[in-house]
């Protein structure tokens, strides 16, 4: 299991979510964003709950079993997640752009204070079981937080005006430029529920419209992760340091969990962050789907560092630690920014009252290339 375990995770976690991104794409319109979001958040927490109460269960008797639970709770956290990720950036395809990229960076920062939490842990605790415990609770906390956050999202006057359908939007932009109500007229309108919050029209979206619209951007973001997930994390945690043997901290503990997990994320959030001041090429540039296309060269570059174990194929051509580390640093930087830039332009290539639709149509590419992606991993590992 262990050999193995990461590609069985990457599986169990990204097939489901494609199945849930479908899901949401088909719900659209039919069950509120609200409903949505707050349910997916509820069943991550439950997860969560349970999986740090095992934790401290000793399961060293029923250890197949413990897999098949372990999984079985990837494949149902990954698939809330989706529907959560997927339906809030369906949300913020009716904000302005740069909070369509905040949502995305935040992701990138998530993964990035999930590795350092890995890491701490590592360092101060004790045992495994500590650590595993006060990392799993650090997931508890910040989901609680989520849901605490997302219900004071109505009350703010920002978001309460790009949350309207596009036609009340005008209607209240008309009213105050006219001047001919008063504050608390504009604050009552403002607070009314619209269609798209708590009601819908119950019809699926025009799939063909959109994919007419943004089909170059959704196979960019297919494609992306597709060759991200194929390395990270199933063939770049298993690359070890060349100095392994020599009992250093550093080789033998935290060579994996800085130099592929840590590393990895934080270059994937400074790629997102980038796309806040640089949006280059643009929705339309036929350099773009160039740049995606020629990220395929990382995996015959990572298949060649210190990979282990190796049953295949023998030869190490980059058999220096520095090595992994730069291109590591260059898969991240490169998904953050190549990924971002598509899934940003994405909403605003199509009508306004089909970017929340356009936005979950989005997280299908993406969910489709992690799949994808992990399929391919897993055969790639029995390769090697």
Same mark, same amino acid.
């Given at each position: 299991?262990?050999?193995?375990?990461?590609?069985?995770?990457?599986?169990?976690?990204?097939?489901?979510?494609?199945?849930?991104?479908?899901?949401?794409?088909?719900?659209?319109?039919?069950?509120?964003?609200?409903?949505?979001?707050?349910?997916?958040?509820?069943?991550?927490?439950?997860?969560?709950?349970?999986?740090?109460?095992?934790?401290?269960?000793?399961?060293?008797?029923?250890?197949?079993?413990?897999?098949?639970?372990?999984?079985?709770?990837?494949?149902?956290?990954?698939?809330?997640?989706?529907? *959560?990720?997927? /339906? =809030?950036?369906?949300?913020?395809?009716?904000?302005?752009?740069?909070? +369509?990229?905040?949502?995305? %960076? $935040?992701?990138?920062?998530?993964?990035?204070?999930?590795?350092?939490?890995?890491?701490?842990?590592?360092?101060?605790?004790?045992?495994?079981?500590?650590?595993?415990?006060?990392?799993?609770?650090?997931?508890?906390?910040?989901?609680?937080?989520?849901?605490?956050?997302?219900?004071?999202?109505?009350?703010?006057?920002?978001?309460?005006?790009?949350?309207?359908?596009?036609?009340?939007?005008?209607?209240?932009?008309?009213?105050?430029?006219?001047?001919?109500?008063?504050?608390?007229?504009?604050?009552?309108?403002?607070?009314?529920?619209?269609?798209?919050?708590?009601?819908?029209?119950?019809?699926?979206?025009?799939?063909?419209?959109?994919?007419?619209?943004?089909?170059?951007?959704?196979?960019?973001?297919?494609?992306? *992760?597709?060759? /991200? =997930?194929?390395?990270?994390?199933?063939?770049?945690?298993?690359?070890? +340091?060349?100095?392994?043997? %020599? $009992?250093?901290?550093?080789?033998?503990?935290?060579?994996?969990?800085?130099?592929?997990?840590?590393?990895?994320?934080?270059?994937?959030?400074?790629?997102?962050?980038?796309?806040?001041?640089?949006?280059?090429?643009?929705?339309?540039?036929?350099?773009?789907?160039?740049?995606?296309?020629?990220?395929?060269?990382?995996?015959?570059?990572?298949?060649?560092?210190?990979?282990?174990?190796?049953?295949?194929?023998?030869?190490?051509?980059?058999?220096?630690?520095?090595?992994?580390?730069?291109?590591?640093?260059?898969?991240?930087?490169?998904?953050?920014?190549?990924?971002?830039?598509?899934?940003?332009?994405?909403?605003?290539?199509?009508?306004?009252?089909?970017?929340?639709?356009?936005?979950?149509?989005?997280?299908?590419?993406?969910?489709?290339?992690?799949?994808?992606?992990?399929?391919?991993?897993?055969?790639?590992?029995?390769?090697?």
């Amino acid at each position: 299991f262990q050999s193995y375990f990461e590609s069985y995770l990457s599986v169990a976690s990204t097939v489901p979510s494609v199945l849930c991104v479908i899901l949401n794409f088909l719900m659209v319109n039919k069950i509120s964003s609200n409903t949505r979001i707050l349910t997916s958040l509820a069943i991550m927490l439950v997860i969560f709950l349970m999986t740090t109460a095992l934790v401290k269960t000793d399961t060293s008797s029923w250890t197949k079993e413990f897999f098949t639970v372990t999984l079985a709770s990837v494949a149902i956290v990954s698939g809330a997640s989706n529907i *959560f990720s997927g /339906s =809030i950036f369906g949300i913020t395809g009716r904000f302005p752009m740069k909070n +369509s990229q905040a949502v995305i %960076s $935040g992701q990138g920062m998530g993964g990035t204070v999930s590795a350092v939490a890995s890491v701490v842990d590592l360092a101060a605790a004790g045992n495994v079981t500590d650590s595993a415990f006060a990392y799993f609770m650090t997931a508890v906390v910040f989901i609680f937080l989520c849901i605490i956050v997302y219900l004071i999202l109505p009350y703010l006057q920002y978001s309460k005006y790009y949350l309207k359908i596009p036609e009340e939007r005008v209607q209240t932009a008309a009213v105050i430029s006219n001047g001919s109500t008063t504050e608390e007229d504009i604050q009552q309108n403002m607070t009314t529920p619209t269609q798209s919050q708590n009601g819908s029209s119950g019809v699926i979206p025009p799939l063909k419209t959109i994919l007419k619209k943004n089909i170059v951007l959704g196979l960019c973001v297919f494609y992306v *992760f597709m060759v /991200s =997930i194929i390395i990270f994390p199933s063939i770049s945690s298993n690359i070890e +340091s060349i100095n392994k043997g %020599s $009992g250093s901290q550093w080789s033998n503990k935290y060579f994996a969990p800085l130099t592929c997990f840590l590393l990895y994320n934080f270059a994937d959030f400074c790629g997102r962050q980038v796309t806040a001041w640089i949006q280059i090429p643009g929705p339309k540039s036929k350099f773009l789907p160039t740049l995606v296309v020629l990220r395929t060269v990382f995996i015959p570059l990572f298949v060649f560092c210190n990979y282990q174990p190796r049953d295949t194929i023998k030869v190490v051509f980059f058999n220096q630690d520095l090595y992994p580390v730069i291109f590591t640093i260059l898969l991240g930087l490169s998904n953050g920014y190549l990924g971002t830039l598509p899934m940003i332009y994405g909403p605003k290539v199509v009508p306004k009252e089909l970017s929340e639709a356009a936005g979950v149509g989005m997280s299908f590419f993406l969910m489709s290339g992690l799949a994808m992606g992990s399929a391919f991993s897993v055969l790639l590992v029995h390769l090697i």
